[in-house]
């Protein structure tokens, strides 16, 4: 059975003051009632992983994320970080090929690939990201560029390995912009995406793989894209950061 997830994308957005007190906030606003069945992420900056896994130990509800990771395991690469040194904090996650990563930072479906291959290896699960621009969007090939990045992305994995993939569809028309998905628009691609996997996998694996939506997910909207039957979750940026909003983004998804 695919798990309903809710995670936050903190992006390049917090002091080590604000993010702790964010962390403090969630730890009080997310009881037993909120959560329920919801998986619930936060992906901090990089720098802030160690000090929030350890206030987090004693926590039932939290996990923990990067946002990144480099595609070697060490080397000659400053200023970067590794899956090895990310699985040695004890953290669950990363979130790979997110679009901002790949307009600002040019990261490939390949690079993507070789960066899920790091992140499982060193057991960590992959946040995979895909989505296409406005341009794509409009000229009606939206699912051929999603489906394309699906499979380079995922090139050479097996149906095993997607028990620790979740894919994330984050449309970058709807990022940071206010503008949203409608949930009709989300459901076609969850749809679309799961009938890949049907293909590519089989039928069961399909079934039991997460697919968030992320593009200005809000307290508002919530419900609303949750209740369709592929959208299993969120991938929230801004309404991340406030402990208020996300609690709301999680009893939304519990609820739904
Ligand atoms: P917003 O929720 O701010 O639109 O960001 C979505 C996102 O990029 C999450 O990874």
Redesign the pocket.
Known sequence: MRRRIVAG?WKMNTTYTEAMALVDGLKESLTEEVVGETGVIITPPALYLSDIVESLVENPYIAVAAQNCHEKESGAYTGEWSAPMLASLDIDAI?IG???RREYFGETNEACNTKISQALNNELAAIY?IGETLEERKSGAYMDVILKQCEEGLAGFIADDMDNIIL?Y?PVW????GETASPEQAQEVHAGIRAWLTERFDAETAQDVSILY????KPGNAAELFAKADIDGG?????SLNAADFTAIIEARTKA
């Open positions: 994308n979130i997110h679009s901002e990201c994330a984050e709807a990022i940071g912009t992320g593009g200005s997910c991938l929230i940026g801004g309404a």
